[in-house]
């Protein structure tokens, strides 16, 4: 019986994942330059977090 490639495994998990973070990096980015062009703010304010105290 043939031995299990685990390295080809965990390359392909690998790439799968960077694929996946890259796309969600260009996600975020269209998001922001959409919400600048239209004026708003992306981030929430700092006065909101911090109101404990």
Request: glycine share 4%.
């Amino acid at each position: 019986m043939a031995k299990k490639n685990y390295s080809y495994e965990k390359r392909q998990k690998e790439l799968a994942k960077k694929k996946k973070t890259e796309e969600k990096k260009q996600r975020k980015l269209e998001k922001r330059k959409e919400s600048d062009v239209d004026g708003q703010s992306v981030l929430p304010e700092e006065n909101e977090n911090s109101t404990n105290g």
